[in-house]
């Protein structure tokens, strides 16, 4: 499933295309995609203007005129495609098949986007703008670990006393909000902490940030943004909305490694994994304490 980076790389590649724009038509070509499309879809869409165009975790929010918020997911496979942009030089064809382009936004502008998705497992819905905060899918996402109010206290605050694995922790969507397991896994080893070391361990006993969480507060973020500037990671299904692949992959320290020497300089320690909460952790037991 993509992550924050990839998320926020396709927000990125929609903005020119659809900021300022009205949508014109929309073809919906099925009832439902992981959830059914809400109650006259096309209709309440045809004729907004975009106003606005965020991230918020692993969600894009289209902010229309109309007063509503079109709210994008793009499951585990969905994709954009914008008409009238000129591949570069990780384009990868994505899927041409009619059966899997199942919403088109002809724009004012000229151009049409097109979410395509083979498995189905992202959605479209409609939110009044005023109560997006309280909306369900938000109403207790965490903090943004983008956003300046991300820093070592406000992370030491957060994890201090609990005594879940850190890795876990990091994970949990109600404490911050958009991190997955791939650069979970990157910012630990740049942080040079254990996945498997409870999380309330880099907190003090009041909550004063350890130095753990002062070098974990800036491998997240720094991480993030190296990802985004790579267009993400490309691993099965991602891609912008110009059909670039991401190459943040060929960056990867510990991620998919298994077996690998550790690439920190000095280290003699070998990549390993394991498997927590289902999903498989790679890290350098030598030099992550």
Known sequence: MPELPEVETVMRGLAPALVGARIARVEQRRANLRFAFPERFAARLEGARIETLARRAKYILAGLDSGETLILHLGMSGSFRVAETTPGRFHHQRSKLAAHDHVVLHMSGGKAVTYNDPRRFGFMLLAPTEELAAHPLFACLGVEPLAAAFDAAALARLLAGRAAP????????????????????????????????????????????????????????????????????????????????????HSFAVYGKEGAGCPRPGCRGTIGRIVQSGRSTFYCAACQK
């Open 166 to 249: 850190l890795k876990a922790a990091l994970l949990d969507q109600k404490l911050i909000a958009g991190l997955g397991n791939i650069y979970v896994c990157e910012a630990l080893h740049r942080a040079r902490l254990s996945p498997l070391r409870a999380a309330g361990t880099i907190a003090g006993a009041r909550g004063a940030p350890k130095a753990g969480a002062r070098k974990l507060a800036a491998a997240i973020p720094a991480i993030l943004q190296e990802a985004i500037r790579a267009g993400g990671s490309t691993l099965r299904d991602h891609q912008g909305a110009d059909g670039e692949l991401g190459y943040f992959q």
